[in-house]
């Protein structure tokens, strides 16, 4: 990535609240162009809120600067994304009772607006990526199963064309064959030049594909480096990639 | 709930004031006075059932045209004494509140209201259409209150009575809001799930606090007819329900002086408009209601919880404290032979619409052991919790406990046999204290109902219970943090909230899940050491966990699931070498 | 009853149900978008209808000074944020939108002379008036709160329906108005007299309801409310924003409501107050169908009106009472149908 290191985001110092419970402190990290960062920790370290707070479901402190622009406090999910930016969550959020295509196009809502009609021409490219959704195109959202959704949730974030897109535990309830499916599929979208901030629990799947990783423990970042070094961390090997300690 | 200095002084002027309010003020002015006691009776009952309850009803203006009808037809038809009347009229509401409330509680909370304004409507129009109760001229010629021999004629005579009753009413709810059965009220608003798996029959508590707030209604309806001396049905109209809901959200929605602080300013604000508001518009109409209609939304907007906590922010709060010494402890159940089989799960299966979360699970823990639940995201142990606490039933499949099949039996009886849980998203009530919070826990350690804790006749029986919480609270390492609201925790401590709560039932087995996750690494160490403790003492633990650390080092046994099954079972040494558990957790990614 | 009365009393049924189904299918669709039980939905029918009234009776309508007043407040607050962000490029199209078309259409008002002009012109002029009356509303009332509970959003609603009567008693007085039948043709099918303003009604509302569906299944826009309705954080993720949402869905009920509005006003007389009654037979249907069927809703709507006809025949007295108290037993279906699962 040595050609091109232009960032796509920046966070510093950034905090998240619950009412009066702080869940994340002072967090700060990177994403470039054409990277893919993860972020990889236990359950209830505060991945998830991470996330939701970047995308503007959650209201932050701190600094966050996305494509060289400081974003304001009131920023908005939908200004967000307007601007390229793309959650495909923890529970994909797919509309249930819609057919596949329908889930797609609602995906290029916000190009739509904008007055991109180009819809077909991306709708052939999500699927080239994600072949099984052609098949399924006119079948309701709600009767997929487990990996096929997350392939619209995916296929979905890609309509929009997104400048960065944010994973949330894509291998989450899938079969080990399927999750490697999609980790091939996130390799892919590097290849074409999206950068993604990746959150997984899976952690040495996250550790092989992404270019660098930050540790998040109870709300704050524990450790950071390139992948390859943390994926050697004696700490990281301990709690994340083994099953635990050895006694 | 003790209260501080100031707040005493308060009180006391206020009393004072009222008393002597009659002799100072003109006629004008008692009358007025007289309505804001019928009002806020009236508003009192909304705010135990909306702001406290939080079910939302318009409809309290008709069971108050209950009270009066039925002691307007009664008296001036049957000639039956007033003071038969009211017993009478609580009856009839009571009868009515409940058929109502039957049909519309169960079903989400937008129901209840919308249920409401139609039997507003409705009984509003039966009133003034039934001939017997005289159409839309209503009732008049309906006799004064005789207390004694002394005949309550004029407002001046009726104003002691209205006050004392509404003072009575009040010191009553706030008695029975600081109580096990209160607590539980207070949980229906956004905890019912909480309050069920800690054995609260949460149905009967919704049904009881809305006939009660039908019944306070009742009350103010019977005082109503005779100090007006007839009775029609406009007071009694959805108007004056949506009014009455109006008083109470000014007021404060979730405060028991609130009602009178609302009733006062919005029948003052009526008064006041209902002068000035013709004389702008040149001709009469309910000009008021477009003011009181965008007070509310303003209200609404930029102060939802009413004025009342406003006004409170100039004197101290205390929270009620558990009692340290002399207080007897709560009996404690016998806990089954160590060893012995205390849950069975056979077969468990859970389907949500096609998605099968947990198919066909097997698995068994005894008392005194230690069993651990892991698995991947989103492998159904949580789903699995739920079924076997009753808060999600089975699909199918059977549970058994303590030798009990309970796999179709409602969490509150489940509970009662002595499981208790925590929940992996925290479902605390977070205004609430951590000490009340936890004592919710205990709702089955206590008998005292709703009578005896408004009579404060449940004393004795309620610090036993608070005392329980406190040894739990400190048993679980948060002395400190007892009296702070439980919201304010750091979301680790909250989930060991959590377990004091579930320790607070006396359980047998205990259903820990996550218990782990947000906590640093020496509370970590002082859980397991007491999840130890509890295990010596022959608790049966089922615990769902993420940290391996943790759990290897804890647990006696360890079920592995993955995709809703069980990959392997067995002890935790087994588990670490066993080859599918290792593929299933890192995935298998070449 | 013979059976010329039972035909009779099954159109005005028929007629009446038609309306309250197109009532009830706007209450789901604002339910269902934006969380909020729209209790007010009577009171557009009621402006709709006396709003016509006093163009016909050549009155200028108090609607307009609602109109210009709600959006003199709107401009206020959409320029003042305009102006706190520094971006001032907004104001103009804030104005325009908001002060600039209202007085526009205040200031043609006067020009012509309303009672003149042909009926489809008056409704248009209507419609034009009352119909932005519903998206400002949810700007102004609800937007603030969008995300708060359904029950702190019904109490908002109730408050708006409060205000808006009390307006409506300035806007109109306390008379009721009745314009004059849209058609005066009536047909002859066996031994019953059809009313052409009974088909007028009924086709209307039929197509309208087929240009919902068609607006629903087949634009983005349709689907994008739809995508709201099943999945509000889904439908956020893909930058469908819950105001727009929100305010799209009020401007689709507010247009059913005015029009409903104008439909029933050659039927029946409509005071200032009689909205609310309209909108909650309209509601006793929609709980039929659980706030969520359109069919169901629809059904139950035309079910309402038929059992209100006959009713009123019967026990002309009780007829509120025995529509409202339908309700009960509708609850009761439900709530013997429905598991309530508490939200985390």
């Known amino acids: 990535m040595a050609e091109e290191r232009s960032v796509v985001l920046e966070v510093r110092d950034l905090s998240v609240s619950y009412g009066k419970v702080e869940a994340l402190h002072g967090l700060s990290l990177r994403v470039h162009r054409g990277e893919i960062v993860t972020v990889i920790g236990p359950n209830g370290a505060g991945k998830t809120t991470l996330l939701s707070a970047l995308i503007g479901l959650l209201p932050l402190r701190g600094d966050l600067v996305y494509l060289g622009e400081r974003q304001s406090a009131g920023r908005t999910v939908e200004q967000l994304v307007r601007q390229g930016m793309t959650l495909v969550p923890e529970k994909r959020e797919l509309f249930a009772d819609m057919s596949v295509a329908d889930n797609l196009l609602l995906g290029a809502f916000d190009r739509y607006r904008a007055g991109h009609r180009d819809q077909l021409e991306t709708i052939d490219h999500v699927f080239d990526v994600f072949p099984r959704l052609m098949e399924r195109r006119e079948q309701m959202a709600g009767t997929l199963s487990g990996g096929e959704r997350q392939m619209l949730a995916m296929g979905r974030a890609l309509m929009a064309k997104p400048r960065l897109l944010l994973l949330d535990e894509p291998s989450l309830g899938l079969a080990p064959l399927v999750i490697r499916e999609i980790f091939r599929t996130i390799a892919h979208l590097r290849s074409i030049g999206v950068a993604m901030l990746l959150v997984e629990q899976n952690a040495r799947a996250a550790l092989q594909v992404a270019d660098y990783a930050y540790v998040l423990e109870t709300g704050s970042i524990a450790l950071e480096g390139p992948s390859g070094s943390l994926a050697s961390d004696p700490r990281v090997i301990e709690s994340y990639l083994g099953l635990g300690g050895r006694h | ?590 | 009853m013979d059976l010329q009365i039972a035909l009779l009393l099954g159109q005005d049924g028929v007629t009446n149900g038609a309306i309250y189904a197109l009532l009830a299918l706007a209450l789901v669709l604002v339910f269902a978008v934006t969380r909020v039980i729209f209790i007010p939905q009577g009171e557009f029918v009621a402006f709709g209808a006396l709003t016509l009234a006093s163009l016909q009776a050549g009155k200028l309508p108090g609607t307009v000074w609602l109109l210009l007043a709600m959006g003199t407040v709107i401009a206020l607050i959409e320029g003042a944020t305009a102006v706190r962000a520094h971006r001032f490029r907004r104001l103009p199209l804030i104005l325009l939108l908001n002060c600039g078309a209202p007085l526009l259409l205040a200031a043609s008002l006067l020009a012509v002379s309303p009672a003149g002009l042909p009926l489809p012109l008056q409704v248009l002029l209507t419609l034009m008036l009352v119909v932005p009356l519903a998206p400002m509303l949810y700007r102004l009332a609800y937007q603030p709160v969008a995300e708060a509970s359904v029950l702190a959003l019904l109490i908002v609603s109730v408050a708006v329906h409060v205000t808006l009567t009390g307006l409506g008693l300035v806007f109109f007085g306390a008379e009721g108005s009745r314009t004059p039948a849209f058609t005066d043709v009536s047909f002859e099918v066996g031994d019953a007299v059809l009313h052409g303003q009974t088909v007028l009604v009924i086709v209307a509302s039929i197509l309208l309801i087929v240009a919902l569906y068609f607006f629903f299944e087949r634009t983005l826009y349709g689907k994008a409310l739809r995508a709201t309705a099943m999945n509000r954080t889904g439908a956020r993720l893909m930058g469908i924003s819950g105001d727009l949402a929100g305010l799209l869905s009020f401007t689709l009920a507010g247009a059913i409501g005015a029009f409903s509005g104008v439909l029933i006003s050659p039927i029946t007389t409509i005071y200032y107050d009689s909205g609310f009654l309209i909108g909650l037979k309209g509601f006793v249907g929609a709980i039929i169908g659980g706030l969520a069927s359109y069919p169901l809703a629809a059904a139950g709507a035309v079910l309402v009106g038929l059992l209100e006809a006959y009713s009123s025949f019967w026990a002309s007295a009780f007829k509120e009472v025995i529509v409202f108290t339908l309700i009960i037993p509708v609850l009761l279906w439900r709530s013997l149908k429905t598991r309530h699962v508490e939200e985390a």
């Open chain 2, 1 to 590: 709930m003790k209260r501080s200095l100031p707040a005493t002084i308060l009180l006391l002027i206020f009393i004072f004031a009222l008393l002597a309010a009659p002799a100072l003020l003109p006629e004008f002015h008692v009358t007025l006075l007289n309505y804001i006691g019928l009002y806020a009776i009236v508003t009192l009952g909304l705010v135990m059932l909306t702001g406290v309850g939080g079910l939302t009803s318009f409809g309290q203006a008709a069971f108050a045209g209950l009270g009066a009808y039925t002691t307007a037809y009664l008296t001036t038809v049957h000639g039956v004494s007033p003071w038969l009347t009211l017993p009478a009229g609580l009856l009839v509401t009571a009868i009515v509140a409940l058929s109502l409330g039957l049909v519309t509680l169960r079903l989400s909370g937008h129901f209840l209201p919308l249920g409401t304004i139609a039997w507003g409507i409705s009984l509003y129009y039966l009133f003034g259409n039934l001939a017997v109760l005289g159409g839309h001229t209503g009732i008049s010629g309906v006799p004064p209150l005789h207390i004694l021999d002394v005949e309550l004629r004029s407002g001046r005579d009726f104003f002691y009575l209205i006050w004392a009753i509404l003072l009575g009413l009040i010191l009553a709810t706030r008695n029975l809001l600081d109580s096990r059965e209160g607590r539980a009220i207070r949980a229906l608003k956004g905890g019912s799930v909480m309050a069920e798996a800690m054995g609260v029959n949460t149905p009967r508590s919704k049904i009881v606090v809305f006939a009660v707030a039908a019944l306070y209604a009742a009350v103010s309806g019977w005082l109503y007819a005779h100090l007006q001396r007839f009775v029609n049905p406009t007071p009694f109209s959805l108007t004056q329900g949506i009014e009455y809901l109006f008083m109470a959200v000014v007021g404060g929605v979730s405060h028991v002086w609130g009602a009178i602080l609302g009733a006062g300013l919005i029948t003052v604000l009526k008064q006041w408009l209902q002068d000035w508001l013709p004389r702008l518009m040149g001709e009469s109409g309910n000009f008021e209601m477009i003011v009181f209609g965008l007070l509310m939304i303003l209200v609404l907007h930029r102060a939802r919880d009413g004025v009342w906590p406003m006004l409170q922010r100039f004197w101290p709060q205390e929270v009620r404290r558990a009692r340290a010494e002399g207080v007897p402890r709560l009996a404690k159940r016998p806990l089954p032979e160590p060893g012995s089989v205390l849950l069975e799960v056979t077969d468990a299966s859970k389907c949500f619409g096609g998605l099968v979360a947990n198919d066909r699970v097997s698995f068994r823990v005894r008392a005194g052991e230690i069993m651990a639940l892991i698995g991947p995201n989103g492998a159904g142990k949580s789903t699995m919790f739920n079924g076997i606490s009753g808060v999600d039933p089975l699909t199918s499949g059977r549970v058994s406990f303590r030798g009990q099949r309970v796999e179709s039996l409602p969490a509150r009886r489940i509970a009662r046999l002595g499981m208790s849980r925590t929940f992996q998203h925290v479902r605390l009530l977070p205004a609430m204290s951590v000490i009340e919070n936890v004592a919710i826990g205990a709702h089955l350690r206590g008998r005292k109902s709703f009578v005896a804790a408004a009579c404060r006749t449940d004393r004795d029986e309620d610090a036993r219970l608070l005392h329980e919480a406190a040894v739990q609270i400190e048993r679980c390492g948060l002395r400190d943090q007892m009296y702070e609201p439980a919201g304010n925790l750091p979301l680790g401590r909250q989930r060991l909230v959590e377990i004091a709560r579930a320790l607070a039932a006396d359980p047998c087995l205990l259903l820990l899940d996550e218990p782990a996750a947000g906590l640093r690494y020496t509370e970590k160490q002082a859980l397991a050491e007491l999840l130890r403790r509890l295990r010596v003492e022959g608790m049966g633990i089922l615990l769902v966990e993420h940290d391996m650390e943790f759990v290897m080092g804890l647990a006696d046994h360890v079920v592995v699931m993955d995709f809703g099954r069980k990959l392997a079972a067995g002890l935790p040494e087994e588990i670490q070498r066993n080859p599918t558990v290792v593929e299933a957790y890192l995935g298998g990614v070449e």
